[in-house]
């Protein structure tokens, strides 16, 4: 009897993808060239024609894996937006929609200090509701089968987003142009630090937290 996967994965070469990707790739393949082979001989075609006519339903294996790669490519980049892009866009706005809703009814944070970190700013309605959009933007991500570091990214985006803010600003200011902040100090970029990426990312991530716990019960009681 023919063995059709390694026929399959002598003949179809490096797919992209990992291991159990490619394996399930084979297996498919393999599956549906055996079944169109057996239909072939059933109706009384001869073994060798019946084999000749199955390669042929293949046609060129090097179009077919540059297909499949080509398939591969477009729906790895059709799950990043789902996954990633699109959650962390929503996470985003909403963030900042938020904090524009509290700037405009002029809610004031809370600036107190922390020995040294003088400044740290406590914006405690929009900490109150940031767990609120870390769950919808874990919710969107998980909806769209993202898993790990995918759902977190997105759930956290906007206390990311400051932190690459301040990375980026710090050393400017520092090093550059002091001239941009002459009264800027490390405990200040501590303090913002603590105020626009610690304390937002506790939030977001208390409820991506719960958004999770939260999708394990209901999967759990299906």
């Given at each position: 009897?023919?063995?059709?996967?390694?026929?399959?994965?002598?003949?179809?070469?490096s797919?992209?993808?990992?291991?159990?990707e490619?394996?399930?790739?084979?297996?498919?393949?393999?599956?549906?060239?055996?079944?169109?082979?057996?239909?072939?001989?059933?109706q009384g075609?001869?073994?060798?024609?019946a084999?000749?006519?199955?390669?042929?339903?293949?046609?060129d294996?090097?179009?077919?894996?540059?297909?499949?790669?080509?398939?591969?490519?477009?729906?790895?980049?059709?799950?990043r937006?789902q996954?990633?892009w699109?959650p962390?866009?929503?996470?985003?706005?909403?963030?900042?929609?938020?904090?524009?809703?509290?700037?405009v009814?002029?809610?004031h944070?809370?600036?107190?200090?922390?020995?040294?970190?003088?400044?740290?700013?406590?914006?405690?309605?929009?900490?109150?509701l940031l767990?609120?959009?870390?769950?919808?933007?874990?919710?969107?991500?998980?909806?769209?089968?993202?898993t790990g570091?995918?759902?977190?990214?997105?759930?956290?985006?906007?206390?990311?987003?400051?932190?690459?803010?301040?990375?980026?600003?710090?050393?400017?200011a520092?090093?550059?142009?002091?001239?941009v902040?002459?009264?800027?100090?490390?405990?200040?970029?501590?303090?913002?630090?603590?105020?626009?990426?610690?304390?937002?990312?506790?939030?977001?991530?208390?409820?991506?937290?719960?958004?999770?716990?939260?999708?394990?019960?209901?999967?759990?009681?299906?």
């Open positions: 009897m023919r063995d059709w996967r390694a026929f399959v994965t002598e003949r179809l070469g797919v992209r993808g990992d291991q159990a490619r394996q399930q790739i084979e297996s498919e393949l393999a599956q549906h060239l055996e079944e169109y082979y057996d239909d072939l001989r059933t075609v001869a073994e060798k024609l084999f000749v006519q199955t390669c042929a339903r293949v046609g294996w090097k179009e077919l894996r540059q297909e499949i790669n080509s398939a591969r490519q477009e729906g790895t980049m059709t799950d937006v996954q990633i699109l962390t866009l929503v996470t985003l706005v909403l963030a900042a929609v938020v904090l524009t809703i509290l700037a009814v002029d809610a944070p809370v600036i107190f200090d922390l020995g040294q970190l003088r400044g740290v700013m406590l914006y405690v309605p929009w900490l109150l767990p609120v959009v870390g769950a919808i933007g874990a919710y969107l991500s998980r909806r769209a089968q993202g570091w995918r759902v977190y990214v997105s759930g956290l985006s906007p206390a990311l987003a400051w932190g690459v803010v301040l990375v980026l600003v710090a050393p400017f520092f090093l550059v142009n002091p001239a902040a002459p009264g800027l100090k490390v405990t200040s970029i501590l303090a913002m630090v603590v105020s626009w990426v610690v304390l937002p990312g506790i939030a977001l991530g208390i409820g991506i937290a719960l958004q999770g716990l939260q999708r394990s019960r209901t999967a759990t009681s299906v």
